[in-house]
């Protein structure tokens, strides 16, 4: 299966540039030959005859490196823990694990795990590291070793832009090895990043007027209710920690640039690699754009940027190494069509682990309104999964140094999830079988752009890959406030949002889009499938809610 990656965002300098940037516990299992079972979720690549044309057998000894994903134990107690610290009637509201309570109850046992890595090391295979939440193991071979383990050909294929190789049929295991194992990643090492970049000449440090406000810190802080005087405003990240999740790396002095020009006087982010990182510096707009409307909303918070390979590996890798971490909030800005999307039960398990921690998981809701998948409707991944909060994209309009309007970008990715279910904090909006998506907003469109300093130089940057790093940067605000005033983090963003839009609160503390459509649904009153609750107004947030 091809699978399109893409930065959610745009950029202009000053005109336009446009950068793109049901699942289980268990992989569900097919009965195999010879004792083996087929991991169904390790989905084989549809690449012949599609996009890509074969072009050998890979070498034998070509070295290969792969994740492969543990089940999680408890699985049943686990989505009631969920529940249980969800539910604001609930002894256990808002207690959440740390990362080593949720290894003691539900990542796989140590007899577990030792049995899995001894059937790789008997197939001759190497085995690495062990994640912090003892859910994914990286493991390397030969593709022989590769092939004979996993039961798997290999070849090599091209496109006009890259070679790769991927397996042509899902792989299987002994069945007792099977019943740990959910998934394995890394044998389609296809980029899946596709950039659409079209950028002009650089610009200067003259903010550029468009339609709707041009974001840079004052007037973001304005538009979303946050005290503009950073060098007094308590709520302003300190003590937090916000996690970019990166398929790129990124030039440090840009957005040092940033920092200087405002003087905003934040910590240098820092950089976190996983999977051995990537120099890939295709997508550094994105990593920068993150970083600095980061810096803009919560410039006292520690930012770490987690980049990892653009590829399934890299991306397994990636969400692991994140619910490994100990982070406020999480914000993804690369997506790609939900139905294209190979590791859905990985990943799953690493998004419910970091609700169960607390962790707040925000993922652009894609720039293709709703029609992500550029043919029909379809909603952006991962956006769409259960325990991660979609954020769709606005035009917003700041007057007199305070919010005036927000409405609908039609850009803005939203709809009905065709993977997950609907969830239960979601059926009082939601009447149909499957996930709405997204579950708020925040400005994204090109009417109301973020002014930022990328690849050495002033643009105005938008999309939904704005508006992620926004509600990030808003929860590690509403966080250290929470810390100051003695009451609970903002934790699990859904199961806390959703009762808030149902109640009398709703029009106090958020912004309602009600007009303006993505092409196949309509902003209205209350939740709707653009922009889903609305952006936040951040100092009634906290006023109201702590």
């Known amino acids: ?108 046992t140590q007899a577990q795990i030792d049995q899995v890595t001894s059937y790789l090391k008997s197939e001759g295979l190497s085995v690495g590291a062990l994640t912090g939440n003892h859910l994914t193991v990286a493991v390397a071979g030969t593709a022989a070793q590769v092939e004979k383990a996993f039961n798997v050909s290999i070849s090599t294929y091209k496109t006009a832009t890259q070679t790769f190789h991927a397996n042509s049929a899902a792989p299987s295991l002994p069945a007792g090895i099977a019943a740990v194992v959910g998934n394995v990643s890394g044998m389609n090492t296809e980029a899946l990043h596709v950039s659409l970049a079209h950028k002009a000449a650089a610009g200067s440090n003259a903010v550029t007027a468009h339609a709707g406000t041009t974001l840079t810190p004052t007037t973001a802080r304005e538009a979303y209710n946050l005290s503009t005087d950073i060098s007094t405003d308590s709520y302003n990240g300190s003590g937090k920690t916000i996690a970019l999740a990166e398929f790129s790396a990124y030039t440090a002095s840009d957005v040092a640039k940033y920092n200087s020009n405002y003087s905003l006087g934040v910590t240098a982010a820092s950089v976190v690699k996983v999977d051995g990182g990537t120099t890939d510096t295709s997508g550094e707009d994105e990593d920068e754009l993150d970083i600095e409307v980061d810096y803009a909303l919560a410039p006292k918070a520690t930012i770490k940027v987690y980049e990892a390979p653009n590829s ?211 902003a209205g009153t209350g939740y709707d499938k653009v922009t889903g609750w609305g952006s936040y107004n951040g100092g009634k947030f906290i006023a109201d809610k702590l």
């Open 312 to 522: 399934d590996a890299g991306e397994v890798a990636l969400y692991s190494a994140l619910a490994s971490a100990d982070t406020t909030a999480v914000s993804s800005s690369w997506g790609e069509p939900e139905a294209q999307e190979n590791n859905l039960s990985s990943d799953d398990a690493d998004f419910e682990e970091m609700a169960a921690q607390g962790q707040s998981m925000f993922a652009a809701s894609g720039d293709s309104g709703a029609d992500d998948n550029g043919s029909s409707l379809s909603v952006d991944y991962p956006a769409s999964d259960t325990y991660v909060s979609g954020v769709g994209g606005t035009t917003v309009t700041v007057s007199s140094g305070a919010w005036s309007s927000e409405t609908a970008w039609s850009g803005s990715g939203g709809g009905i999830s065709v993977e997950f279910k609907t969830p239960s904090y979601q059926t009082a909006v939601n009447s149909g079988a499957y996930r709405d998506v997204p579950d708020v907003a925040a400005a994204g469109s090109d009417s109301s752009p973020w002014h930022v300093y990328v690849e050495g130089g002033w643009y105005s940057v938008w999309g939904t890959s704005a508006a992620a790093p926004n509600w990030a940067a808003f929860i590690a605000d509403y966080d250290t406030a929470a810390t100051d005033l003695g009451g609970a983090k903002f934790g699990y963003v859904n199961s806390f949002l959703y009762p808030i839009g149902e109640g009398s609160l709703y029009s106090t503390v958020m912004h309602d889009v009600t007009s303006g459509s993505n092409g196949g649904y309509s």
């Open 1 to 108: 299966m091809k699978v399109n990656l893409r930065i959610l965002g745009m950029l202009v300098a000053p005109l336009p540039i446009f950068a793109l940037a049901v699942p289980a516990a268990n992989a569900t299992v097919t009965p195999a030959a010879n004792g083996r079972v087929v991991l169904a979720d390790a989905a084989a690549a549809d690449i012949a005859g599609t996009h890509a044309t074969r072009t050998g057998a890979v070498a034998s000894n070509e070295k290969i490196g792969l994740e492969v994903s543990l089940n999680l134990r408890n699985k049943s107690q686990l989505d009631a823990f969920v529940r249980s610290v969800s539910d604001a009637k609930s002894a256990q509201y808002k207690h959440y694990l740390t990362v080593r309570q949720f290894v003691a109850e539900y990542a796989p």
